[in-house]
């Protein structure tokens, strides 16, 4: 929820129309696009999976690592998955085969055949990248997800690696940001992220600095007694990554990882919704026109407050906003343009759930520039369905990969519950008519609307591999804008191409499809 809203979660408490015309020109050519990248994907796979049966059991072991290479088999309704941007990649040059490009002419034949697979599709992917790229409107969504395609076939992709923001360092890579902290002495702490190299030894005798003034000599102390010294939020930690400045009075290495977080929900979101968010002012639409453009790096940074209690939290927040938080573990301000937390080690609502929420809601109002929302007419269900929308992020394996969209979490189980098994799906007319005060008012079902936001905007994102995507991607940046107006501004219906009943009957038939994880 946003700083005007209610900050909740879920407690454990027609005829059909016709059909609207179909989607616009603009978005027959992005799904055109999307089209194309999927048939270069599906042709390498095809072709990955006749080298490996041709090899079959002459060569087993160099069959099974062919197969490694194809793709997880995963639901056309699925969530999507995003490959992370480290911010250091090493020199490539002692991985395996499958993480470098092959020396044609080297070594055995099926490798060559194997390397010339792979750079068919590379060259292909940069097409589409730079043609996605180009699009009027842009496409950058997909232009970074070819670009993320092409490095994991190619790491050494000077031109990927450079319109990602990528430069030189070592024989790799790394972005502008690690570069800095690099030329600055500082090194990655596998706990503490970046560190100055003298603090290591305290570290690993488990000590970590006492509070001082500037310029003051380091006082260490033992890890248990530092944090003590940090219990009033005055006196708390101040942790600086790329994007977040966070003040904290938790312990240090919780609020590291609380950090990083934080930056994987950067990658992803801005992977995703990059073409809700103004061109003129984004670091990737402007490398794709310029060869030229200095490799600096995003010069932003979002405030983030995370207490060590809830009694912080509420005693900070209930002069401006009175009792509304009660139910809430995070906060997002977007007048003050800060997020707040608490810490709470019995959770009865996931922090990184509200984490992804709330910094989602942050991401957005702080990079997109001026919303003008409050000229809708109604349509304030797409911010809350956006923040709920972020609560499915997850970070499987060993977290080098995100997935988002997919059937998890209680919220989407309880909006299967109660809008299908129950029935009480609101009328979409009704839904999309309701402005900041209706859908937050404690007079209606405000757990039934966040429900309903959460389900109709998976559904819009995920269902059919994204048909919906563009078309729904275009109305959140009207909607944001405040364009949607009644007599005034392309509907929701207008834009999916589906007058309201019959999108409201295929959202139904979507959650038949998935099944969330069962609430504990």
Known sequence: ????????????????????????????????????????????????????????????????????????????????????????????????????????????????????????????????????????????????????????????????????????????????????????????????????????????????????????????????????????????????????????????????????????????????????????????????????????????THKVFYFASRQEFLDHLQPRQGNALNDSLGFYDDRLKTSYFYFDPNPQIDLESTLYHEGSHQLLFEIAGKSNREKNTGQYWVFEGLGTYFETLTFPGDGSVAEVGGPIGPRLTRARDRLLDLKELIPLNRFVAMDQDRFNSPVGDIYLNYLEAMALTVYLMQHDGGAFREPFLDYVRDAYRGRIKKGAGRSLEDRVGLAYPILAKDLLDYLKTVSPTPVP
């Not at 005798?205 to 260490?220: D, F, H, T």
Request: with cysteine; net charge positive; aromatic share 6%.
């Open 1 to 300: 929820m946003i700083s005007l809203g209610v900050a909740v979660w879920m407690m454990i408490p027609s005829v059909l129309g016709g059909q609207i015309p179909a989607p616009g020109a603009v978005a027959q050519r992005s799904e055109a696009l999307r089209q194309d990248r999927r048939a270069i994907l599906d042709r390498e796979a095809a072709a990955l999976q006749a080298l490996a049966d041709r090899l079959g059991q002459a060569k087993p072991d160099e069959a099974q690592e062919i197969r490694s290479l194809l793709p997880a088999k995963t639901s056309k309704d699925g969530a999507t998955r995003i490959t992370l941007l480290p911010e250091i990649v090493p020199s490539t040059q002692r991985n395996g085969f499958a993480n470098i490009p092959v020396i044609k002419g080297v070594g055995e034949p099926w490798r060559a055949e194997l390397a010339g697979i792979r750079d068919r599709s590379v060259e292909s992917l940069l097409k589409v990248a730079n043609l996605a790229a180009k699009a009027s409107p842009s496409q950058l969504s997909l232009a970074d997800a070819c670009l993320r395609d092409i490095i994991a076939r190619q790491p050494d992709h000077a031109e990927a690696r450079r319109i990602l923001g990528y430069v030189r360092h070592d024989g790799g890579w790394a972005t502008p940001y690690a570069v800095r902290q690099l030329e600055r002495g500082l090194i990655t702490h596998p706990t503490f992220g970046w560190v100055e190299s003298s603090w290591v030894p305290h570290l690993e005798k488990g000590e970590l600095p006492a509070p001082s003034r500037p310029r003051q000599p380091i006082r260490w102390l033992p890890a248990q007694e530092a944090n003590a010294a940090r219990t009033r939020f005055e006196d708390g930690w101040e942790i600086q990554t790329e994007h977040f400045l966070i003040k904290t009075n938790v312990q240090l290495s919780e609020a590291i990882g609380f950090g990083q977080k934080l930056e994987s929900l950067d990658d992803v979101f801005l992977a995703l919704f990059i073409d809700v968010l103004p061109t003129d002012r984004l670091p990737l639409a402007l490398r794709f026109r310029s060869a030229k453009l200095d490799p600096g790096g995003e010069k932003r």
